[in-house]
């Protein structure tokens, strides 16, 4: 039996190019890994060895990758042991990656208003599918973005317009507006330029600004915490919209041998029982919430 994973991960000792510390204990690495950034897609991550010391590798979706020059991106947050052992790894280290693994984001062209929600740790699977979405003329991405800490990076006032956008929301990734993306940013934190609620809130506010024609062209792709998801996938539910999510388990193997990130599914024959690493991470959302 052809398993569609196989043949498409690799093992590479990876040298760490950059690593850069961010307020809430949010880091950004990027690591020489040139076969893994040759067949990552939006929505891959890779399974990252933290410290020699340390067997159990940590899973990280991928936020960029350049495949001319070999490099992958990784954003992500010292929660644990594994992770906060990873923090410490310095420029000049080599460690092991293996990847690219899971399933990616599949854009529908006949959905070319793509609508994009990060959360928190979520946000990477969203920056690099907006770097794909923009290199194709058909998309329309719009990435919204949450964060209850401050955002790994510096906000600044957007200068692309957004039609249904509340006024004064114009803070946004500089690296987005560089790249011509739509952003805007969200949180309960009181950041300047955000607003004040969640993803959810604002992508609301502005599908609720378009025409129902206008609706049909709109798809959505969400990563973040478990709850955020749920709440996107009542909202696609809600305006019929199509959606997309990548979730977040605790993995052991990352390769679908150890069954540990199981999740259940809705299928056409009955409840399943689907591995996040392989089968996912990215599933429809109306069949696993």
């Not at 990252?48 to 340390?54: S, T």
């Not at 906000?155 to 006024?167: A, C, F, K, T, Y």
Request: hydrophobic residues 40%; proline residues 10%.
């Amino acid at each position: 039996m052809h398993k569609p994973h196989r043949g498409t991960i690799f093992v590479e000792d990876a040298k760490v190019l950059a690593h850069e510390a961010f307020a809430g204990e949010q880091h950004i690495l990027r690591v020489q890994a040139p076969r893994c950034a040759e067949k990552a897609q939006p929505g891959s991550f890779a399974h990252l060895q933290c410290d020699p010391m340390l067997p159990m590798r940590r899973p990280l979706s991928i936020m960029r990758t350049d495949p001319r020059v070999g490099w992958v991106e990784f954003l992500y947050k010292a929660v644990g042991e594994g992770t906060r052992l990873l923090s410490r790894r310095k420029v000049g280290e080599t460690l092991s990656v293996m990847g690219p693994i899971g399933k990616p984001f599949q854009p529908h062209g006949d959905r070319p208003l793509t609508l994009l929600l990060g959360g928190g740790v979520g946000i990477p699977p969203m920056v690099f599918l907006a770097s794909s979405l923009r290199s194709n003329p058909i998309y329309q991405p719009l990435v919204i973005m949450g964060s209850e800490v401050p955002f790994p990076f510096k906000p600044r006032p957007s200068e692309i317009l957004v039609p249904g956008m509340p006024e004064g929301v114009i803070a946004t990734m500089p690296l987005l507006e560089d790249w011509g993306v739509p952003c805007r940013l969200t949180s309960g934190a009181g950041f300047p330029g955000c607003h004040e609620g969640y993803v959810t809130d604002l992508a609301r506010l502005w599908l609720d600004t378009l025409s129902e024609e206008k609706r049909r062209q709109v798809e959505i792709f969400a990563c973040g915490p478990h709850p955020m998801l749920a709440a996107c996938a009542r909202l696609a539910e809600q305006y019929r919209i199509p959606c997309q999510v990548s979730l977040e388990e605790f993995m052991a193997c990352a390769v679908g041998g150890c069954a540990g990130c199981v999740v259940e599914v809705k299928t056409d024959q009955g409840p399943a029982m689907k591995r996040v690493c392989v089968d996912g991470p990215v599933f429809d959302a109306k069949t696993v919430f």
